[in-house]
């Protein structure tokens, strides 16, 4: 099946700082999807972007489905945005997830 | 707007008891899944369905069944439960136009 790797695994931020988290998908996708898990375990839509660029707030994605890699970036960061930040792709009907960035934001 | 509901939110279940996890949505979507999350680990696809009498086995199927005789419900069936079994389950639903998916809120079983 398909592999979804994720990169850092880990990442802690001081709040206000800028980080980029990266996906990377080992064949052909037909869609790419970006979700937070908050602390309280709740899995979040963050954005829908099977490819180019989506921006919401200090949050953006870019997908570049032919190199088979997606990044999240985060700007400005906030306590608010820790926890685990998920992608997911939709390989034919099977939506599979990678292992997850964990974001600790300090103030 | 419901979107994906699951029944029960907390469960505590006997080692070989059986339960089933309950799952609608109200979206119309043709796909729906069954993932579990154990601690600190990422989310393991265990049943997907592509549409109505369709299903078929994910990542880790051994130990659950489902069904899928309507578009809007999907349960997911636990039959003699094992404490390896304990763990957060997610069910999730997407149209096959966009896929974008949507997830419940999640069910937090334990098996003792």
């Known amino acids: 099946g398909i592999q979804v790797e994720q990169s850092p695994p880990d990442l802690i931020l001081q709040e206000g700082a800028n980080s980029t988290l990266r996906c990377n998908f080992s064949?052909?996708?037909?869609?790419l999807q970006w979700f937070h898990q908050n602390p309280w375990g709740q899995l979040i839509n963050l954005f829908y972007i099977p490819s180019g660029t989506k921006q919401n707030g200090r949050l953006s994605a870019t997908t570049v489905a032919t190199e088979r890699y997606s990044l999240l970036y985060i700007s400005s960061s906030q306590t608010t945005d820790s926890g685990v930040y998920f992608c997911a792709v939709d390989s034919w009907g099977k939506f599979q997830f990678g292992a997850g960035t964990q974001v600790v934001v300090t103030p | 707007n419901a979107g994906v509901t699951q029944t029960p939110k907390f469960r505590i279940l006997k080692i070989g008891q059986s339960m089933t996890l309950q799952c609608t949505q109200d979206?119309?979507?043709?796909?729906m899944y069954w993932y579990r999350q154990d601690p600190g680990m990422g989310l393991k696809l265990i049943y997907y369905?592509?549409?109505?009498?369709?299903?078929d086995k994910g990542e880790v199927p051994n130990g659950y069944n489902v069904s899928r005789s309507t578009t809007e419900d999907f349960p997911l069936r636990l039959e003699l439960a094992a404490p390896s079994q304990t763990s957060v389950y997610f069910c999730?639903?997407?149209?096959?136009?966009?896929?974008?998916?949507?997830f419940g809120q999640g069910t937090r079983l334990t098996v003792v």
């Open positions: 979206m119309n979507h043709n796909y």
């Open positions: 369905s592509v549409g109505a009498g369709i299903t």
């Open positions: 064949d052909s996708v037909n869609n």
């Open positions: 999730a639903s997407s149209s096959p136009f966009d896929s974008e998916a949507f």
